[in-house]
């Protein structure tokens, strides 16, 4: 596969899989500690290198299992504004995974955010571990 790094930092990490056209998106246990600035600033910077280097995008996966702070009904806002409404504008995304939070409130924060995204129903599915999302992205 042709794996192209679009962001690493000490909360997260993104790749885009060139042949699969995949985004994908992995949390890491540092987001807990992550300032809400921090969270614009780097998601700012990721939403630009997926719009200036994915030709098209088909798949998205978002492994939050290891994302631990709680998103403000106010960020969530400014996230759908200001990264998904220009990813979604662009391309035609066919499925989205989500790797579920081991966190409760920090799940029903992304899932409250993801909603505030409008996606057609069926895009949008939650799962516990990698492999099932694989699966299903694929359509294994």
Same mark, same amino acid.
């Given at each position: 596969?042709?794996? &192209?790094? $679009?962001?690493?930092?000490?909360?997260?990490?993104?790749?885009?899989?060139?042949?699969?056209?995949?985004?994908? $998106?992995?949390?890491?246990?540092?987001?807990?500690?992550?300032?809400?600035?921090?969270?614009?600033? $780097?998601?700012?910077?990721?939403?630009?290198?997926?719009?200036?280097?994915?030709?098209?995008?088909?798949?998205?996966?978002?492994? &939050?299992?290891?994302?631990?702070?709680?998103?403000?009904? %106010? #960020?969530?806002?400014?996230?759908?504004?200001?990264?998904?409404?220009?990813?979604?504008?662009?391309?035609?995304? #066919?499925? &989205?995974?989500?790797?579920?939070?081991?966190?409760?409130?920090?799940?029903?924060? &992304? +899932?409250?955010?993801?909603? %505030?995204?409008?996606?057609? +129903?069926?895009?949008?599915?939650?799962? %516990?571990?990698?492999?099932?999302?694989?699966?299903?992205?694929?359509? $294994?």
């Amino acid at each position: 596969m042709a794996k &192209i790094s $679009l962001s690493s930092n000490q909360y997260f990490e993104s790749s885009f899989d060139q042949e699969l056209k995949l985004y994908e $998106l992995v949390w890491h246990k540092a987001s807990e500690a992550m300032e809400d600035d921090e969270y614009k600033t $780097l998601m700012n910077a990721d939403r630009d290198n997926v719009l200036q280097k994915c030709d098209k995008l088909n798949y998205i996966v978002l492994n &939050i299992k290891e994302r631990m702070d709680t998103m403000s009904p %106010e #960020l969530q806002e400014w996230s759908t504004a200001a990264i998904s409404s220009q990813i979604f504008s662009k391309y035609n995304v #066919l499925k &989205i995974a989500v790797i579920a939070s081991k966190d409760f409130y920090t799940q029903v924060s &992304i +899932e409250q955010a993801i909603e %505030e995204d409008n996606i057609n +129903e069926g895009v949008v599915r939650y799962f %516990e571990d990698e492999q099932q999302a694989t699966e299903w992205i694929l359509g $294994l």
